[in-house]
């Protein structure tokens, strides 16, 4: 089951341009989210999260955006740096599940070009 | 900064053997967890782990798989006779409490012949 659904397996922006990176979640528990950034041969890092009593979030060069009529969330960066490149997770989790377990989408593939 | 450290970072083993991943969470963290991803997929949630017992686990996590924290320090993830499906990398992850970010480690690419 697809709870948290990431459509673009693969993006490319040129540097200094912005990224934006989609998902879309199903479960209507879900009440707050998640990026996470991994590169090649590590672990996910935590990027940014956002409370479903939000609709935005910004933390330097990232903002998060919900849409919780529409169930859909999506994360620019901007001014995107080839540092940027990276596989990015969107990640979803629930109050009522006490926030033990987090549903993480299938990633899309960032490349920043300089 | 402290970090969740994973050992081995290989691990190659034949079907039906055991294997024992090894974690050690960040020191002051209280929750433990065990994530993985198989080739091409999703990063999957399995357990977590709270004041010495698991607090919820998936349906991936059957009764081949077992955590233990055996000291003060280690959380690891057993599992009692492997199959081929079980190849993946396998994430232990720490937060202070939960509705925190997950800190996860580098991972353990586990591959069964």
């Known amino acids: 089951d697809q709870q948290v659904k990431q459509n673009s397996p693969s993006l490319s922006v040129q540097e200094g341009r912005i990224s934006i990176l989609n998902c879309d979640y199903t479960n209507s528990m879900f009440d707050y989210f998640l990026w996470y950034k991994k590169y090649p041969a590590e672990g996910p890092t935590f990027l940014i999260s956002?409370?479903?009593?939000?609709d935005k979030n910004e933390d330097g060069r990232f903002t998060v955006f919900l849409n919780k009529s529409a169930k859909h969330l999506s994360l620019h960066i901007v001014p995107s740096q080839p540092g940027d490149s990276a596989v990015y997770f969107c990640?979803?989790?629930?109050?009522?599940?006490?926030?033990?377990?987090?549903?993480f989408g299938t990633g899309t593939k960032l490349q920043v070009i300089p | 900064e402290p970090e969740v450290t994973q050992t081995p970072s290989h691990q190659v083993t034949q079907m039906g053997q055991e294997v024992i991943l090894r974690c050690v969470p960040i020191?002051?963290?209280?929750?433990f967890y065990w994530y993985r991803q198989i080739l091409g997929q999703k990063v999957e949630f399995l357990v977590s782990?709270?004041?010495?017992?698991?607090?919820?686990k998936s349906e991936i996590f059957d009764d081949q798989f077992s955590v233990e924290r055996p000291d003060g320090s280690n959380f690891t993830l057993k599992i009692r006779s492997t199959k081929l499906e079980d190849s993946a990398m396998y994430f232990c992850a720490s937060t202070p409490l939960t509705n925190e970010k997950l800190f996860f480690g580098s991972g353990t690419q586990l591959s069964v012949l």
């Open positions: 020191s002051n963290h209280l929750y």
């Open positions: 956002i409370s479903s009593i939000k």
């Open positions: 990640a979803a989790t629930s109050r009522g599940g006490g926030y033990q377990k987090v549903t």
């Open positions: 782990f709270y004041n010495n017992e698991i607090s919820e």
